[in-house]
């Protein structure tokens, strides 16, 4: 082998182990969920307030796809950062996303032994601490996510311009904090937001309490921000035999407006590995009296989910809500967010597949 020859190989060589070497330091995952389904309600809030019949997307859980990265900076600290979008599988478009490109997540952060701090679009420790409790994990089918919505729309679940920290647990202690700027010069006040949790499990039993306070305006375009303070409680407790039981409370006051209080309580039961049936119901009541009425709601529903694999999983929902008075509580977050006053029954199977 001539010299230039050898030369150019140990190159090569040294440089494969240079990547190979960033590679054992730093990793970036590609992920997302593509969902659909078929939706049914017997009456609708549109003009004419007939059943209908839907191709829906994100039946269950929002379609999505992202990047997740991290590297290794030493000492047990790493630098991370997400990126994730939200599309429809009805038409292509953004969805569930804000209208942006990296609508529901887009932060960078760094991670170490004494916690975790995260800038960017990120979720607010009021609204994880809502998803914790609820007993159908958030599905976008008569959960509390469709009682959440309902109530302020996005305001606090996607939070922009927001910084937050996580702390280790400790002794099965875990706080979260979260401050969002408004960005709108000489008014500090606008659209800003802030937002804290503090959780506490010991073998099955978890408890979690969380707070939001938020403002209206601000720079957060398109996102919404909803002036309200919420508040919430909430207990589960997991048995050895894979049946869990929640029970919440959660407060929504919106200023100017109503202050709904949602109770809710349910299960959740792996039949088997790979059967899950669970049920919730969620009662809300306007504390506020708008329009002199007593408004209230309650809404109950059910799912099974058959897990074809680790990635791919059938599932069928039912659910039921009764509205009185002024509130307007629907049964799915795309297509029947909002229902009409009287009783509305409805049903969604699906497909949903994990990469």
Same mark, same amino acid.
């Given at each position: 082998?001539?010299? =230039?020859?050898?030369?150019?190989?140990?190159?090569?060589?040294?440089?494969? *182990?240079?990547? $190979?070497?960033?590679?054992?330091?730093?990793?970036?995952?590609?992920?997302g969920?593509? &969902?659909?389904?078929?939706?049914?309600?017997?009456?609708?809030?549109?003009?004419?307030?007939?059943?209908?019949?839907?191709?829906? &997307?994100?039946?269950m859980? /929002?379609?999505?796809?992202?990047?997740?990265?991290?590297?290794? +900076?030493?000492?047990?600290?790493?630098? @991370?950062?997400?990126?994730?979008?939200?599309f429809?599988?009805?038409?292509?478009?953004?969805?569930?996303?804000?209208?942006?490109? #990296? %609508?529901?997540?887009?932060?960078?952060?760094? &991670?170490?032994? #004494?916690?975790?701090? =995260?800038?960017?679009?990120?979720?607010?420790?009021?609204?994880l601490?809502?998803? &914790?409790?609820?007993?159908?994990?958030?599905?976008? #089918?008569?959960?509390?996510?469709?009682?959440?919505? $309902?109530?302020?729309?996005?305001?606090?679940?996607?939070?922009?311009?927001? @910084?937050?920290? !996580?702390?280790?647990?400790?002794?099965?202690?875990?706080?979260? %904090?979260?401050?969002?700027?408004?960005?709108? /010069?000489?008014?500090?006040?606008?659209?800003?937001?802030?937002? /804290?949790?503090?959780?506490?499990h010991?073998?099955?039993? !978890?408890?979690?309490?969380?707070?939001?306070?938020?403002?209206?305006?601000?720079?957060?375009?398109?996102?919404?921000?909803?002036?309200?303070?919420g508040?919430?409680? *909430?207990?589960?407790?997991? #048995?050895?035999? $894979?049946?869990?039981?929640?029970?919440s409370?959660?407060?929504?006051?919106?200023?100017?407006?109503?202050?709904?209080?949602v109770?809710?309580? *349910?299960?959740?039961?792996?039949? =088997?590995?790979?059967?899950?049936?669970?049920?919730?119901?969620?009662? !809300?009541?306007? %504390?506020?009296?708008?329009?002199?009425e007593?408004?209230?709601s309650?809404?109950?529903?059910?799912?099974?989910?058959?897990? +074809?694999? =680790?990635?791919?999983?059938?599932?069928?929902?039912?659910?039921?809500?009764?509205?009185s008075?002024?509130? $307007?509580t629907?049964?799915?977050?795309?297509?029947?967010?909002f229902?009409?006053?009287?009783?509305?029954?409805?049903?969604?199977?699906?497909?949903?597949?994990?990469?």
């Amino acid at each position: 082998m001539s010299k =230039k020859l050898l030369v150019s190989a140990l190159t090569v060589a040294g440089l494969m *182990g240079i990547s $190979d070497a960033a590679q054992a330091q730093s990793s970036v995952t590609l992920y997302g969920i593509v &969902d659909g389904s078929i939706l049914y309600t017997s009456r609708t809030a549109t003009a004419n307030g007939g059943h209908q019949f839907s191709m829906t &997307d994100s039946g269950m859980t /929002a379609s999505s796809f992202g990047m997740r990265g991290s590297e290794d +900076l030493g000492g047990g600290m790493r630098a @991370i950062f997400e990126l994730e979008n939200g599309f429809s599988v009805a038409n292509g478009q953004f969805n569930n996303s804000n209208g942006g490109m #990296f %609508g529901r997540q887009a932060w960078v952060g760094i &991670d170490s032994k #004494f916690g975790t701090v =995260k800038a960017g679009v990120q979720y607010s420790p009021f609204f994880l601490a809502l998803y &914790d409790m609820d007993p159908r994990a958030m599905s976008y #089918f008569g959960t509390g996510l469709v009682s959440y919505l $309902d109530n302020v729309l996005i305001t606090g679940l996607f939070n922009s311009n927001s @910084i937050t920290y !996580t702390s280790p647990e400790i002794a099965g202690l875990q706080a979260s %904090g979260l401050m969002a700027l408004g960005g709108t /010069a000489g008014n500090f006040q606008a659209g800003r937001q802030y937002s /804290a949790s503090l959780r506490y499990h010991i073998g099955g039993f !978890t408890i979690t309490g969380a707070m939001y306070n938020g403002n209206e305006g601000g720079t957060a375009v398109p996102i919404s921000t909803v002036a309200f303070v919420g508040r919430t409680l *909430g207990a589960s407790y997991r #048995f050895p035999n $894979d049946l869990a039981i929640y029970a919440s409370y959660a407060l929504y006051k919106v200023a100017g407006s109503f202050s709904n209080s949602v109770y809710s309580g *349910g299960f959740s039961y792996f039949v =088997k590995p790979y059967l899950n049936v669970n049920a919730g119901v969620w009662y !809300t009541h306007d %504390g506020a009296h708008i329009g002199g009425e007593s408004n209230h709601s309650i809404m109950a529903s059910s799912g099974v989910q058959f897990f +074809l694999s =680790k990635r791919t999983t059938l599932y069928g929902q039912v659910g039921y809500v009764n509205n009185s008075g002024l509130m $307007d509580t629907g049964l799915s977050v795309n297509n029947a967010l909002f229902g009409v006053r009287g009783s509305t029954v409805g049903a969604s199977l699906g497909i949903r597949h994990m990469f």
